[in-house]
């Protein structure tokens, strides 16, 4: 999971639970809030009715208070004595019975009236889900008049308020799903920028590869931990740089200096070898001068690698690659010939624009490497052109002992051997690969290897001129 994923989950997670927390808290604070503010009004309606009972004793029936607000035909009302007689009712008291309260808290309760016996203005109506029952806020309370304990039991029908409160907590929870969404997508986008420099120096530093140590990763205005590790890697890639420069000069310096000394102890070993000395003689010249034809390939390849890295440009020209692979073959025809190696084509005629002198060494050290890894009679070597999605596609195969997988990544390795005894076997430098693959990475390609079945195949990708 990337990190901007990560950023953006966590922070979504973290508003989610505090803004469901503290609308949750609202929610139930406003709740709580309203059902105080019905509590009171119980509390001044009761206090109403002790008032009205003490002024006009026993033999009054109340209807309405004379206080504003309190209608008693939308209550639940019931006054009465200790000792059962009913002082005033209301006529919801006639269609359910109301349980006492255990505790001297108030309560809800829900009776089975219809809602129709309420006063509740017909544009509300259509807000009551349930037409059957009537859910009410209840307090009992009780005083001593005239040396009788009196009893008021109230309760207030709350349908509109609980449809209300319904409606508010739906909101609330549209409110928070909006709220996180916007929040994720605000998240996502602040994630993007944070994050869109490191971005920017992973970028880089993919780029910059062997051939382009002189980048640099560009620091930002901000002194800031971003700007710091923009300048230790660039630190880095200056050491880098240096030690590769280092390298590669003390290569090509080295193998020039070997170069002509070499050569000369050739021309000597030749000479005395073509003074016919003895057997003895003869047959540790030649072995010597055999040593010493191997050290000059490797001197000739490792200048050619010398070579290679310090060229930037390539001369670039139309180059046919059909003309030139039959060109290669008919070179090797001899070679092949003389170890039974039958080599076949199929060739589609395609033009690229390369270096000619490179693809040639290219192909080359292909060809050569299929022909020095093949059985050793009666061996085969296919070569295939073909154009796919706008690019050159160069196939060589070669029979051959098949190349383990785990060493198939390597294989391009400079001086990499699948097995020790390669080397004298067959006499190569171990850079044959390593060239061909920095001139196809030159020329903006790939290659790729497979090998199954005795059998193994490198394709090289390389793009087509544009004609």
């Not at 929610?27 to 509390?43: C, R, T």
């Not at 109340?62 to 206080?67: T, Y």
């Amino acid at each position: 999971m990337k990190v901007r994923t990560k950023f953006t989950l966590l922070i979504s997670f973290a508003s989610l639970i505090t803004v469901a927390f503290f609308s949750s808290f609202l929610y139930s604070q406003v709740k709580e809030e309203i059902y105080e503010l019905i509590d009171f009004e119980l509390a001044d309606a009761a206090e109403s009715i002790y008032k009205r009972l003490e002024t006009a004793g026993d033999n009054g029936t109340l209807s309405v208070l004379g206080f504003p607000g309190f209608l008693l035909k939308d209550y639940w009302l019931h006054v009465y004595t200790e000792s059962g007689r009913t002082l005033l009712a209301t006529k919801l008291v006639q269609f359910a019975g109301m349980p006492k309260a255990e505790k001297n808290q108030p309560y809800f309760v829900t009776l089975p009236i219809s809602h129709k016996y309420l006063n509740i203005p017909d544009s509300e109506r259509d807000e009551i889900t349930d037409r059957d029952n009537v859910k009410l806020r209840v307090q009992m309370f009780s005083r001593q008049l005239d040396g009788e304990k009196v009893i008021v039991h109230i309760g207030k029908p709350i349908l509109l308020l609980n449809a209300e409160l319904d409606e508010i907590l739906l909101e609330m929870i549209w409110g928070i799903f909006f709220t996180i969404s916007l929040i994720i997508g605000t998240s996502y986008f602040i994630a993007g920028r944070l994050l869109n420099p490191l971005s920017i120096i992973n970028r880089k530093i993919v780029a910059i590869r062997e051939r382009s140590l002189h980048e640099r990763i560009p620091l930002g205005k901000n002194r800031d931990e971003l700007y710091i590790l923009s300048s230790s890697l660039n630190s880095m890639f200056d050491r880098l740089e240096h030690s590769f420069l280092t390298q590669r000069d003390f290569i090509g310096n080295a193998a020039h200096e070997m170069k002509s000394p070499l050569t000369i102890l050739m021309l000597g070993h030749e000479e005395m070898l073509a003074a016919d000395p003895e057997k003895e003689i003869r047959k540790s010249l030649e072995k010597q001068l055999y040593s010493m034809q191997r050290l000059n390939k490797l001197i000739r390849d490792l200048l050619k690698i010398a070579r290679l890295e310090e060229q930037d440009t390539l001369k670039k020209e139309l180059v046919d690659l059909k003309e030139l692979i039959m060109n290669i073959l008919e070179d090797y025809a001899t070679v092949t010939s003389a170890r039974g190696i039958c080599v076949t084509t199929q060739l589609e005629p395609l033009t690229i624009s390369a270096d000619y002198e490179k693809i040639q060494r290219l192909l080359i050290n292909l060809v050569d490497n299929g022909i020095k890894y093949n059985h050793p009679l009666n061996g085969r070597i296919q070569v295939c052109t073909k154009k796919v999605k706008g690019s050159a596609v160069i196939e060589v195969t070669n029979d051959g002992k098949t190349i383990p997988p785990a060493d198939i990544q390597h294989i391009f390795k400079q001086f990499y051997r699948i097995e020790k005894s390669r080397s004298q076997a067959y006499g190569g430098s171990g850079l044959g690969l390593t060239i061909a693959l920095r001139i196809v990475e030159m020329h903006g390609g790939s290659v790729v290897v497979a090998s199954a079945n005795e059998a193994t195949t490198f394709t090289v990708t390389l793009p087509l001129a544009a004609l």
